[in-house]
């Protein structure tokens, strides 16, 4: 299984900021994938992150809102950009296992903007 | 595009009895994963299947895929407290991404 470090856990911002999280995975990873899963719904898929190429966004996402990097193959940040009280919600990093492609989750970060 | 759909969206059971979650695909899945998410916690792998009409059994939980690779349940037997949570069911369409379903959650009545 895979230990993945997610930061912060928790934020409260302003409207109009950004706000970085970065996820750290305990071992070298080809993908790693972004949610984001408002209160009391699912898990929406963000963005694919491979290491050494851009990002793939899914439908409704954009990369000048949610730019990601991954500098090497294990760690990737994810910034929300220009917040506004609609991006309050829980953001979640996640890796394939080896075994069953299963997912593993970081912590989450539950972020509110005011 | 492609959906999970999961029903119940709630389900609220004495402690002790049964609780199943269904799972609704839009087309063919490659396979399907569960996951259970309890209050404030991150998503917890628990099964995947990938055999059409494939049974798998995790003490109290019990696992299927239909025949058509579409659908999938999760039974629970003889609940506990300690089932309280949302269960997300996730297929895997052959993409390399997962998309998760719209997530049962289950409150135990003590």
């Known amino acids: 299984s895979a230990v993945i470090s997610q930061k912060p856990s928790r934020d409260i911002c302003q409207r109009g900021t950004s706000l970085t999280i970065q996820c750290q995975v305990d071992s070298q990873v080809t993908m790693m994938f972004w949610y984001r899963q408002q209160p009391g719904q699912s898990l929406t898929l963000i963005a694919t992150?491979?290491?050494?190429?851009?990002?793939?966004?899914e439908s409704g996402f954009v990369i000048d809102k949610f730019p990601i990097s991954r500098p090497n193959l294990t760690f990737s940040t994810l910034t929300v950009s220009n917040m506004s009280p609609e991006d309050s919600s829980i953001y979640l990093c996640?890796?394939?296992?080896?075994?069953?492609?299963?997912?593993?989750f970081g912590q989450g970060t539950r972020l509110t903007v005011v | 595009g492609q959906q999970v759909m999961q029903i119940p969206q709630y389900q609220h059971v004495q402690e002790g009895e049964d609780f199943t979650t269904y799972c609704n695909s839009s087309?063919?899945?490659?396979?399907i994963q569960w996951y259970k998410q309890r209050p404030g916690g991150h998503p917890v792998f628990l099964i995947q299947l990938v055999k059409s009409g494939e049974v798998k059994k995790q003490k109290r939980l019990t696992f299927q895929f239909g025949e058509a690779k579409k659908n999938s349940s999760l039974h629970i037997t003889a609940t506990q407290t300690t089932d309280v949570g949302t269960y997300f069911c996730?297929?895997?369409?052959?993409?390399?991404?997962?998309?998760f379903g719209t997530g049962t959650r289950l409150t135990i009545i003590p």
């Open positions: 996730a297929g895997d369409f052959g993409n390399e991404k997962l998309t």
């Open positions: 996640s890796v394939e296992g080896r075994r069953y492609a299963e997912a593993f």
């Open positions: 992150a491979n290491q050494g190429s851009e990002a793939t966004y």
């Open positions: 087309t063919t899945l490659s396979n």
